[in-house]
Every structure is written in structure tokens, then in C-alpha cells.
């Protein structure tokens, strides 16, 4: 029997989470359309937050306020509003250890901006 991994067990998922990035290091995509979807759920709860797609990727981000924020600032600081990231490269990374209210104690697996 063949050892299942994390990647395996969210391939099924639209959008993209920390295991797809586990044991890649930093990621260079380049944003092709960041979209906000209306009733959006995920495992369940509505999320009202904005999705990022990459060109030749098969799954969105879905991102937050505060990582959408640092992405800006980072990638395309001479953008008005997150629209400015469509055509950039950025960099992202999964942390085993980031904060990440979902887990137990506040921090857990997470996909970050990388430095």
C-alpha cells in the first residue's frame, strides 16, 4: 500500500491550500485574474474573500485581507488596488508554524508571502 500524501487528500479542492505547497520551498506564479466570487463556501462556511488564479495553474488562492495587502505592497507598489497584481509575479511559500486561527493554539500550516 502506497503512503498517502497531504497534497493527495485536497487534490480534490478548487482552491489552492498549504499542503499543495509542502516541501516546494518559495513558488514564483504569475497572477493572471484575481476574482471575488459570490457564495463562496469552504468545508462548509461562507467566505466572503477574493480569489487569485495563476497563469497555467489549475487551482485559485483564496486570500486575505492582510496577505492581499502584502502581496500589494510587495509585488506592485505602485498599484492602487489589488487589480495592479494581475500580470506580476509573485512569491509564495507553505509555513508549517504560521498564524493560522483554524488549529489548536493559533498557528498551524498556512500559505504565506515569501520574503
Known sequence: MSELKFSQMYEDSDYLTAFDLMNQGTVELTVERIEKPKGLEIQGRKVDKP????????????CSKT?????????????????????????????????NPAYPGGRGPAIVVAK
Open 67 to 99: 496577505k492581499m495587502m502584502e502581496l500589494v505592497l510587495r509585488f506592485a507598489p505602485e498599484a492602487k488596488s489589488p487589480a495592479g497584481l494581475v500580470g506580476k509575479k509573485i512569491k509564495i511559500m507553505c509555513d508549517l508554524n504560521a498564524k
Open 51 to 62: 480569489v487569485i488564479y495563476f497563469v497555467g495553474a489549475k487551482k485559485g488562492w483564496v
